[in-house]
């Protein structure tokens, strides 16, 4: 159980382009969702946090009207890098969680490499 | 500032060695801490959560144990399967703030 799986897994794309990746809860359902980054030997940094039916909340210097999220039903949540450039190349990471209250815990998706040529 | 140090940054083990990784936290009012497996190319694995001092957990080869600043991570008789970076994340609030990763590495 918990499983997230992320789409695509990689992605590659001209300067100015936007992507959009999708980040699914398969098998329960996910009130809040996370976005992270992940730089090559670095570890996890939030980006935002994703809740369902409402706004995302970004973190202190992530542009939101780079990087838009949208979080339309209980186990979908959408990024769209918009306008991108080299310099947003890297690893994404989306996380549900699962349960709630004290005992909640965050189930990682698989990652989406975008490079931005 | 609420902060998450992990050490050693690396670790190199011959396979059947066994070892401990360490992640240490400030915090006040713990929420969980959580540890994670991440292979290469891939997102975080969950592996245990921890909520209270004393709280052991133990899955295979794996055994996690809290106290009131730090965790570790023990590995019994490691293989080299289990050669991955192992991330330790605190809770705060709504969010899990990460630990810089131990890269371990087990050799046949």
């Known amino acids: 159980g918990a499983v997230v799986s992320q789409h695509p897994s990689r992605v590659i794309c001209k300067s100015g382009t936007s992507v959009k990746i999708e980040c699914r809860s398969l098998d329960f359902q996910a009130t809040t969702m996370f976005w992270y980054r992940q730089f090559p030997k670095q570890s996890l940094m939030l980006m935002a946090t994703s809740n369902e039916g409402s706004k995302a909340t970004y973190e202190q210097g992530v542009e939101k009207d780079k990087f838009l999220i949208n979080h339309a039903s209980l186990t979908l949540s959408t990024l769209t890098v918009t306008s991108a450039h080299p310099e947003d190349s890297s690893f994404y990471i989306c996380s549900a969680r699962a349960g709630g209250g004290i005992t909640d815990t965050q189930y990682f998706g698989p990652g989406t490499r975008l490079t931005v040529l | ?108």
């Not at chain 2, 990784?21 to 915090?27: A, D, E, F, H, R």
């Open chain 2, 1 to 108: 500032e609420d902060q998450v140090t992990q050490s050693p940054e690396a670790l190199r083990l011959q396979e059947g060695e066994s070892s401990s990784l360490n992640c240490s936290y400030t915090v006040s009012g713990l929420r969980g801490l959580f540890w994670y497996r991440q292979d290469p190319g891939k997102g975080p694995e969950f592996l245990f959560t921890l909520y209270s001092a004393g709280e052991e957990k133990e899955k295979e080869r794996l055994k996690a144990t809290l106290t009131k600043k730090e965790s570790f991570l023990h590995i019994t008789a490691p293989k080299p399967e289990d050669s991955a970076t192992y991330l330790c994340a605190v809770r705060y609030g709504n969010k899990l703030v990460f630990g810089a990763g131990t890269i371990l590495r087990v050799k046949s």
